[in-house]
């Protein structure tokens, strides 16, 4: 199974490019992105970690509501498992627009899976990622280039692997975690997870209305 950065790399032009990570977290994926040759830079609303491992990065403050970057200054954005945590996914494009001069790259993790299963009991997002695909498919001002579907594999030999990996992506889980850590320690199965991802590919076109 591929990784996501073989997909990115497989599908965009990174080279000499500048290339926004809406999302970025700890900026993982935006240090992959310079060593491809992109000129990476990331965005999220806590870039402290970011700041902390790659100092000499570029990493800014805001939201995909609200991005902290002038008119037309990147050529690529990427929302790498973000866009459904957006509270109003609509509202991203408009800034989208606003900022990309050519294509707009969303990953979003699709609703099935043993994964997603495993741990839906501590934060089911069956609606949000739902809310996610459909404001891609509203999205105006761009054009629909492509998507692909692959699936993502990761190993869990132990349980503490898979509290590590939930609570990283959203650490206001850790309560519920708790509260239901008996029952899905005895769900827990040691081994391969499976997460089936969607790309859409879009490309920046007609002015959009709203920017």
């Known amino acids: 199974m591929p990784s996501d950065l073989e997909v990115i790399a497989d599908t965009l032009q990174l080279h ?17 992105l310079a060593a491809a ?22 990493y800014l403050e805001g939201g995909a509501e609200r991005l902290p970057l002038p008119d037309a200054s ?7 498992l973000s866009l459904h945590h957006v509270p109003d996914p609509d509202s991203a494009f408009p800034e989208l627009h606003r ?35 459909a404001a891609i498919r509203r999205a105006t001002g761009f054009e629909h280039v492509r998507t692909i579907e692959y699936d993502v ?17 959203d650490p206001s889980r850790a309560a519920r975690f708790a509260e239901l850590e008996p029952e899905l320690r005895a769900r827990f199965r040691p081994g391969d997870y499976v997460v089936p991802m969607r790309v859409d590919v879009l490309r920046h076109s007609s002015p959009s209305g709203n920017s």
């Open 74 to 80: 990147v050529d690529v954005a990427l929302l790498m």
């Open 153 to 169: 594999k990761f190993t869990s030999p132990r349980f503490e692997a898979f509290r590590d990996r939930v609570l990283a992506a």
């Open 37 to 58: 040759g992109a000129d990476a830079l990331g965005v999220d609303i806590s870039v402290t970690r970011a700041r902390e491992i790659d100092p000499d990065g570029r």
């Open 99 to 133: 900022v990309v001069r050519d294509e707009v790259y969303i990953a979003e993790p699709l609703p099935t899976g043993d994964f997603f299963e495993l741990m839906r009991p501590v934060d089911d997002e069956t609606e949000v990622r739902a809310a996610a695909q």
């Open 16 to 32: 000499g490019r500048t290339v926004v990570d809406v999302g970025c977290g700890d900026g993982s994926l935006v240090r992959a």
